[in-house]
């Protein structure tokens, strides 16, 4: 059984660039959710994808976009990069989209933006 | 707002010494509990969950876990500790019946077991 899978595993980007990251989720889950980890902090809730379509969203501004392919594969595209955004972002699948389910967890992208 | 605190950012601990570590959520319906364990240089790891039922939970590497639905806490403890468990460790809830699987972590706390 394959594991949930990030790349790249380390990035840097400069003020205002954009960015995507990857995501394959373990075999046999269709659902994606993305974190934010900032340094010293608890995973943040990004958003969730299920059926191809976002099904929930934390607290996190437009420029922050993703997408989930046929095979439950997932990207989260973050635009006009700010200092702030530097952190650790972890993918998560699970079984089905519901509160009831087991999220697992990849082993993150680091991203620096200087 | 729904929100977790872990009391205790970092602890340092001897071998064979007890663990027990807080976590209190502030949140208005049914939950979910998880305690997920970070080790060095690796991912995020499942160590034990509690949806329903007994609320004294057993996970992995002798580690349980306590629901007091009256204090909203869910206490992680291991009688005996190793320098293996060296690690942080999470405690998150997510709301049990939501339509999306939103969890909510604390900020962790970092234990550093010396031999």
């Known amino acids: 059984e394959t594991g949930v899978t990030q790349s790249p595993t380390h990035l840097i980007k400069t003020r205002g660039q954009q960015v995507t990251l990857r995501c394959s989720s373990q075999?046999?889950?269709?659902?994606v959710s993305w974190y934010q980890q900032a340094l010293g902090q608890g995973p943040q809730f990004i958003f969730q994808y299920y059926r191809e379509e976002e099904n929930g969203r934390g607290n996190f501004p437009p420029r922050f976009s993703g997408l989930q392919f046929p095979n439950y594969s997932s990207e989260l595209n973050v635009n006009a990069l700010e200092l702030d955004d530097s952190a650790l972002y972890l993918c998560?699948?699970?079984?089905?989209?519901?509160?009831?389910?087991?999220?697992?967890f990849g082993p993150g992208t680091r991203l620096l933006v200087l | 707002a729904q929100s977790v605190s872990q009391h205790n950012h970092h602890v340092i601990l001897s071998e064979a010494a007890s663990l027990e570590l807080g976590c209190n959520y502030s949140?208005?319906?049914?939950?979910?509990l998880f305690w997920y364990v970070q080790y060095p240089g690796q991912h995020l790891q499942l160590l034990l969950k509690y949806f329903s039922g007994d609320p004294l939970v057993k996970g992995i590497k002798g580690f349980e876990a306590e629901f007091i639905k009256s204090k909203f806490s869910f206490n992680l403890r291991k009688p005996s500790v190793q320098w293996s468990d060296t690690a942080e460790y999470f405690c998150?809830?997510?709301?049990?019946?939501?339509?999306?699987?939103?969890?909510?972590f604390g900020a962790g706390t970092r234990l550093a077991v010396h031999p």
């Open positions: 075999s046999g889950h269709n659902t």
């Open positions: 949140y208005g319906g049914t939950v979910n």
């Open positions: 998560a699948s699970s079984l089905a989209p519901g509160g009831g389910e087991t999220q697992y």
């Open positions: 998150a809830v997510n709301a049990r019946n939501g339509g999306y699987n939103k969890l909510i």
